[in-house]
């Protein structure tokens, strides 16, 4: 299969093309390689000009604070001229050359309101950074191509350039630093492997509508990190605890109760691994 992709060299994407690309073939639209979703005309003729059946969106602001900082520019900010506008441009690239679009998406359009969440539950974005990624979801709906929407959560891997939750808390710990982490928030991380699977299982089985691609477990910040240090037999007494409204103070708002449900991948035959799972299996292939 050929998949058309956007930031497919960020965190996420660049794993899902070191899994699959012995599967299916793959070309990246993203600001390295000359390709800059909110350019409306360009964008269109490069998704136009490819014959792959398949967009893969991830191309994304997705620095939450950053994002926030947008927010008095509104639709004149990156935030959204990046994740509403740029959405458009590759659905409306999609729709002129016939192509069914993998929208990944975000825990954050939660409010946190619920003690889980499922595809079936109404989003309720707090920050501006889920706003637009939600704006980003509604485009998608309503748009005449087939689509799927997999929404993520705090995803973790084994080796990259940019630091996920993990390696920077395994980072600190492994330097013999302290880490400070919030003990009244629940989340839950996802082993960025498992979303790779995830996503070859929706294509391979042509599927449509919402699913949560996340780990197996919810936990806290602070739970996590105990983990981290117990797997990578760290010092543990580095880790000490802290609470939301202090972490988190004088940034975007966030969403403190975010589990969600993941029994709809899971029922595709998709084993979504625990946070422990997934740090025995980071471990494995050699953490960096
Ligand atoms: N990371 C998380 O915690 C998380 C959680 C939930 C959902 N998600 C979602 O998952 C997706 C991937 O996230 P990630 O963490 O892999 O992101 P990332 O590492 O920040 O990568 C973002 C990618 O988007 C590209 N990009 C940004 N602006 C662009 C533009 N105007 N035109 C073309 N490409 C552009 C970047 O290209 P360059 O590298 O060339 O700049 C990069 O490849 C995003 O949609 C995000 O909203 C992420």
Redesign the pocket.
Known sequence: MKILG????????SRIIELLSGKHEFEN????TG????DRNAILQKIKNSDAQIMLH?????DVDGCELDKPLGEKGDAWK?NVF?TQNVVDGCSESNKKIIY????FVFDGTKEAYSEEDAPNPLSWYAKT?YEGEKIVQTSKIPWIIVR????YRAVFK?LDFTRAILKRLQEGLSVVAVKDHIFTPTFIDDIALAIDVLIADNLQGIFHAVGSQSLTPFAASILIAKEFSLDSSKITETRRAEFFNNRAPRSFQLALKNDKIQRLGVKMKTFEEGLREIKKQGII
């Open positions: 956007t930031g497919l060299d960020g965190l996420v994407g639209l993203s600001l390295s390709a800059d979703i909110t991830l191309a994304a602001k997705t990046i740029g990944i998406s975000t825990d990624k993520i959560a705090s995803p940019k």
